[in-house]
């Protein structure tokens, strides 16, 4: 009987995938970190709060706990103000660590994507500093980030 589980067990194990979140900032695409709680929420409303710099978005109410909001599209002065909408915000980390990011399209599920040994580099100072693995998927570069680091880097800013 042991034998029957253990040879579920490997076919099991071969069938698991990793998944992981990405999002776009810019032409940046970046992965959250393994292992991280992340959330979409659709078109939430933004208190704006007065003296903060604009890319500080403000903050939403989720599930009763208040949110910082950010605009990463406008820090990096990315977006073309008329055509770019931004309605998604995707919460990233438990509380009392979340931080929402605005985005113009939902997060993607990567899945299974591939370590690459490449250094870290053409990225925004801001994001250099929170970027510590480069990931490959369908040919294309994921920036894993330090999604703490990051924000904690933009709040001593203002």
Not at 34 to 46: D, G, H, N
Not at 103 to 108: N, R, S
Request: hydrophobic share 35%; proline share 6%; net charge negative.
């Amino acid at each position: 009987m042991d034998s029957q589980l253990t040879s579920i067990d490997q076919e099991s194990l071969s069938d698991i995938r990793q998944i992981r979140h990405g999002f776009e900032i810019g032409s940046y695409s970046l992965l959250i970190s393994e292992q991280t709680r992340a959330e979409v929420a659709k078109s939430p409303s933004v208190c704006a709060i007065p003296s903060t710099p604009d890319w500080f978005s403000g903050f939403i109410n989720h599930r009763g706990e208040t949110v910082p909001v950010y605009d990463l599209n406008k820090y990096l002065q990315v977006l073309e103000e008329a055509e770019d909408t931004q309605e998604w915000v995707l919460l990233i980390d438990d509380h009392p660590n979340t931080v929402g990011v605005l985005l113009k399209q939902p997060p993607q599920s990567i899945t299974d994507p591939e370590l690459l040994d490449e250094a870290i580099t053409g990225l925004p100072e801001i994001f250099e500093k929170s970027v510590f693995q480069v990931y490959g998927h369908k040919n294309h570069q994921w920036f894993e980030i330090d999604h703490r680091r990051l924000f904690l880097a933009l709040k001593k800013q203002f």
